[in-house]
T-cell receptor
Framework: GESVGLHLPTLSVQEGDNSIINCAYS??????FIWYKQESGKGPQFIID?????DKRQGQRVTVLLNKTVKHLSLQIAATQPGDSAVYFC???????????????FGKGTLLTVNP | ETGVTQSPTHLIKTRGQQVTLRCSSQ?????VSWYQQALGQGPQFIFQ???????GRGNFPPRFSGLQFPNYSSELNVNALELDDSALYLC?????????FGPGTRLTVL
């Protein structure tokens, strides 16, 4: 079935360090994944996505790695800043039951705290 | 900012009442999806609207219903509110497969 889960519920890092947030998924047919950042009281904010034909994708200070063999993806944040403090979700983007569009399946999230 | 707006921001209702939440999609986006996010959890898919019709539904009872209008905006209606319906309700708009979220409506059921 579909499920997306996270290895660690909380992560605390020092400002300037690199952060790594991990995520496991169970549906081997999944072909599109998105990382979202959610600050307190706000909706999820798109960070970066990756499709199954890629192993790595880089954005501004963020990198997502996808390992299809073990059904695992990770989000790396370089030079973590206090503004990066938030809950991070990985989400699997799969077809709806109607078949013509997409729905997101989220895990519980990882709370990232950046200490000054 | 994603350009997706939701109203109201907060809402308090009592058990058994009905509620309507509203969402305006980002310009050019023809699909709206609704999610329920309980405290400390990830968002759960409720349903999706495309071309004014429901296009996929999650594991939610029929008292959760919705509409999409010709301008692609959408409403989520919940009848016979229960205490467990207290949550953040998120809408997300999309044109292809990437969804962009609004700020959410915080619903409290007493």
């Amino acid at each position: 079935g579909e499920s997306v889960g996270l290895h660690l519920p909380t992560l605390s890092v020092q400002e300037g360090d690199n952060s790594i947030i991990n995520c496991a998924y169970s549906n081997s047919a999944s072909d599109y994944f998105i990382w979202y950042k959610q600050e307190s009281g706000k909706g999820p904010q798109f960070i970066i996505d990756i499709r199954s034909n890629m192993d790595k994708r880089q954005g501004q200070r963020v990198t997502v790695l996808l390992n299809k063999t073990v059904k695992h993806l990770s989000l790396q944040i370089a030079a973590t800043q206090p503004g990066d403090s938030a809950v991070y979700f990985c989400a699997e983007n799969g077809r709806t039951s109607g078949g013509s569009n997409y729905k997101l399946t989220f895990g519980k999230g990882t709370l990232l705290t950046v200490n000054p | 900012e994603t350009g997706v707006t939701q109203s109201p921001t907060h809402l308090i209702k009592t058990r058994g009442q009905q509620v309507t939440l509203r969402c305006s999609s980002q310009s050019g986006h023809n699909t709206v999806s609704w999610y329920q996010q309980a405290l400390g959890q990830g968002p759960q898919f409720i349903f999706q609207y495309y071309r004014e019709e429901e296009n996929g539904r999650g594991n939610f009872p029929p008292r959760f219903s919705g509409l999409q209008f010709p301008n692609y905006s959408s409403e989520l209606n919940v009848n016979a509110l229960e205490l467990d319906d207290s949550a953040l309700y998120l809408c997300a708009s999309s044109r292809a497969d990437t969804q962009y979220f609004g700020p959410g409506t915080r619903l409290t059921v007493l």
